[in-house]
């Protein structure tokens, strides 16, 4: 969203203008202005000429230094100010001003999940040992801030801050300066636009009110913390996948009366800081839709960007964070489930699942009264006496999950139940006893949720016990499973990149809140897994562009379980998981140790397939060379309509010599050929390019449909995935 002639302004503005977010001063409000590559290496002359540039606009060198809310100054050129409209279209004018945009405003989007992603601390693997742990790995966490005191952050035994930390600790708000340590080497906070109001719902510090940030870092890089569990749930030890990586805490979060306050201009400062600092990683577990030069800057300064992609699955093209030069997250279910068990009057037993534990001052499980409560909408329970009872919710529409248990548990809680069972299309999304005010919250499939209403429909006074969770791990329970919220592909503002890249495990996680620990779900939780594994990755091979860490980790990564039968999406109806669910699949970190062929990027490239740098547009465009010509390690064609060729190259990166015959599974009404079909390297010959021809077998519009190319030898499979979709007429198109 830039200012191009008004027209354009206004239609842009109907897609989302819902979402900007407009701090009003007077009538004044908060822009970005992006200016490109930095044209000096001091930091204040940068700063100094953006003071410049805005006083011709705005009258007098202090009016543009009290209007600046940032500069950015380390990795790129750029400020966000406070300017009126008019002010806004004047500044975007000026020639060296590459684009004006309106600040906008987003939303937030472990015991178990390491040892199922092959990691076990008490076995190590030689993943985690050869790494040793990531402990010269520094990872920043663009988030809601840390709970310094978290057991989760003890530095106990750390060696010294790698010399090239350039970061600093910023004092606040119940932060000093022992907040900082070996181990949250760097915190800082940008709070500009915050209301003043809102001040007193914060620590105006990067203490974290939320939780968010804290239960993320601890989930990359949390320090080995041993007996931890929710009340006997999931008990374990709880560790971060980089356990002993360093961390460095940017907050862009913030408590507001009615959600978070999150901003771009916020977030681009904290990348514009970490360039500065020297992180090595920076996990943002946001729906920031940042596609843009922040973080294109954030990798061409060889910072690996890992992104969530959202919650708003199972329905496609819901994707954030697409940018092909960032890592795209979705998230999957573990090997772990809460199986808890409802017992009827009638006897008769059912389970659900549940995150319900007992406090030590109850007493056992006992009988309660049932009754159904429908919907549970408000006008659903209106006139029925649900005090001190059990209800059963049916809701049997498709909605967001979150959204409908927040709703459910509202009117039932006001009500003054002592418990909900509800019945729902997924049982994905399990929140604990403190999560439900204390009652036991139950999610049931719809037919046994039925089972019960037929239950209650036969009895004169219904009853109902329901026990405290369990929790069941290893091969009894079918996983990984791509979870119902994850967000599916393909991306809308990049059709031509396979998107989402990888899953990780995103559902229940257990990691750090403050002093305690608490269960998580979503994509949100999923990021900062995959940060652990890169952490890992780049000890073991420092010289790794963060396009090979990339497709190490996309070519290695699972499509069947450990049965060997292929990875499941959860959907309406469940089905096998597709690119669009997972990208390369669910990340496989020892795979990814030794990938043995990689697809590299020279970051550079990627300014031939996506102009930056036009006048007055923050995204960057798509040039008329496609993209699927980029050398990723995934194939997306969205209008295939005669035989095209695309050139991949590949890197060894394994023993040097090596041989690795192609399979093909090319998709369904395409067939596609590589040549060669045979690569042979040695001590010489360390590169090999070749080319697919796809070509489309119908001449039917078609829906996509998948595929893979594996270049394969008796140590590794380098695998990749293929989305194509073949277009006669360009009227139609069917991407559900
Ligand atoms: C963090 O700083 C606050 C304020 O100075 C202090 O009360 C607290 O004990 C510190 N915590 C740690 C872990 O150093
Ligand atoms: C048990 O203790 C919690 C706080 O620890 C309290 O809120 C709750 O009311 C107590 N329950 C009973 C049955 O005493
Ligand atoms: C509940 O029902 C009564 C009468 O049936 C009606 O007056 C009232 O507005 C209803 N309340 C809600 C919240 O729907
Ligand atoms: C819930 O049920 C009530 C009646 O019981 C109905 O009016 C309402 O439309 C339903 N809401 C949804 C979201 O289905
Ligand atoms: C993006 O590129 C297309 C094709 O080259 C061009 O028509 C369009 O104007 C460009 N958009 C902007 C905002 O520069
Ligand atoms: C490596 O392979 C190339 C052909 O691909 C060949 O020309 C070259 O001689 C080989 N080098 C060695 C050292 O065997």
Request: glycine share 8%.
């Amino acid at each position: 969203m830039a200012f191009h002639s008004r027209s354009q302004r206004l239609s842009a503005c109907l897609l989302i203008c819902f979402s900007f977010m407009i701090r009003a001063d007077g009538s004044r409000k908060l822009y970005i202005a992006y200016l490109g590559d930095k044209k000096h290496d001091d930091p204040s002359l940068v700063a100094a000429s953006h003071h410049e540039m805005l006083s011709t606009i705005l009258g007098s060198k202090e009016e543009a230094i009290d209007s600046v809310a940032y500069s950015y100054k380390h990795g790129f050129s750029g400020f966000a100010a406070m300017l009126t409209e008019d002010q806004a279209e004047n500044l975007a004018e000026l020639p060296e001003v590459i684009s004006v945009t309106p600040n906008q405003k987003h939303e937030l989007l472990t015991t178990r999940s390491w040892d199922f992603l092959g990691l076990n601390y008490q076995r190590p693997s030689e993943l985690l040992q050869r790494s040793n742990y990531g402990e010269d790995i520094i990872i920043g966490i663009i988030d809601t801030g840390i709970w310094p005191e978290s057991r989760s952050f003890s530095d106990h035994g750390y060696g010294i801050i790698p010399p090239r930390w350039k970061g600093v600790c910023q004092l606040g708000q119940e932060w000093g300066r022992t907040n900082c340590s070996r181990k949250i080497i760097g915190a800082r906070y940008y709070a500009a636009g915050l209301n003043k109001a809102s001040h007193k719902l914060n620590y105006m510090s990067a203490r974290d009110m939320n939780g968010h940030g804290t239960h993320t870092a601890s989930t990359a890089a949390g320090s080995v913390v041993e007996g931890v569990s929710l009340h006997g749930l999931g008990e374990g030890v709880a560790r971060g996948g980089a356990p002993r990586a360093r961390l460095a805490v940017y907050k862009v979060g913030w408590e507001e009366e009615n959600g978070v306050y999150l901003t771009n201009a916020a977030v681009l400062a904290a990348m514009d800081d970490a360039i500065h600092d020297g992180v090595d990683i920076l996990s943002l577990s946001l729906a920031v839709d940042e596609d843009s030069f922040g973080a294109l800057h954030a990798i061409q300064n060889g910072i690996t960007v890992v992104y969530a992609g959202g919650n708003s699955g199972p329905r496609s093209q819901v994707l954030f964070n697409t940018a092909p030069w960032v890592i795209t997250v979705a998230a999957s279910k573990i090997d772990r489930s809460f199986p808890t068990t409802i017992t009827l009057g009638n006897k008769k037993k059912l389970i659900g699942q549940s995150l319900y534990y007992m406090l030590k001052n109850e007493s056992n499980s006992r009988f309660q009264t049932l009754v159904n409560g429908g919907n549970c909408s408000r006008e659903a329970l209106n006139g029925t006496n649900i005090k001190g009872k059990v209800v059963l919710c049916i809701e049997i529409t498709f909605g967001p999950v979150a959204k409908i248990f927040k709703d459910a548990l509202a009117n039932v809680h006001s009500g003054g139940a002592s418990g909900l069972i509800l019945a729902l299309y997924t049982t994905d999304f399990l929140v604990s006893t403190e999560g439900c005010q204390g009652m036991p919250c139950v999610l049931i499939d719809i037919d046994i949720g039925f089972q019960v209403l037929t239950y209650i429909g036969s009895q004169r006074l219904p009853i109902v016990k329901i026990e405290p969770a369990s929790s069941v791990t290893g091969k009894q329970v079918l996983a990984p499973k791509v979870a119902m919220f994850s967000s599916r592909g393909p991306s809308i503002k990049y059709p031509t990149i396979l998107k989402p890249d990888i899953a990780a495990p995103g559902v229940n996680i257990l990691a750090a809140t403050k002093d305690a620990y608490v269960f998580n779900s979503g994509t949100s939780m999923a990021t900062p897994h995959v940060a652990g594994v890169v952490a890992l990755l780049k000890v073991l091979h420092p010289q790794w562009s963060h396009a090979a860490l990339k497709s190490a980790i996309i070519t290695s990564a699972s499509t069947k379980d450990e049965h060997g039968t292929p990875i499941l999406a959860e959907a309406l109806p469940r089905k096998v998981a597709d690119p669009f669910d997972y990208g390369g699949g669910n990340i496989n970190p020892n795979g990814a140790a030794d990938p043995g062929l990689i697809y590299d990027i020279d970051p550079r490239e990627y300014n031939k397939f996506f102009e930056c740098q036009i006048k007055k547009y923050e995204i960057c465009n798509i040039t008329t060379k496609p993209a699927y010509h980029l050398n990723l390690p995934s194939i997306s064609i969205p209008e295939l309509r005669h035989t095209i060729k695309v050139e991949r190259t590949v890197t060894n990166v394994g023993k040097i010599d090596a041989v690795y015959r192609s399979d093909i599974q090319s998709p369904l009404g395409v067939k596609i050929r590589v040549e060669p079909a045979t690569l042979v390297f040695n001590s010489t010959k360390k590169v090999h390019t070749f080319k697919a021809s796809i070509k489309p077998l119908w001449k039917v519009q078609g829906d996509y449909t998948f595929g893979s190319l594996t270049w394969y030898n008796e140590q590794h499979t380098v695998r990749i995935p293929i989305a194509v979709r073949i277009t006669i007429q360009d009227f139609y198109a069917d991407v559900a």
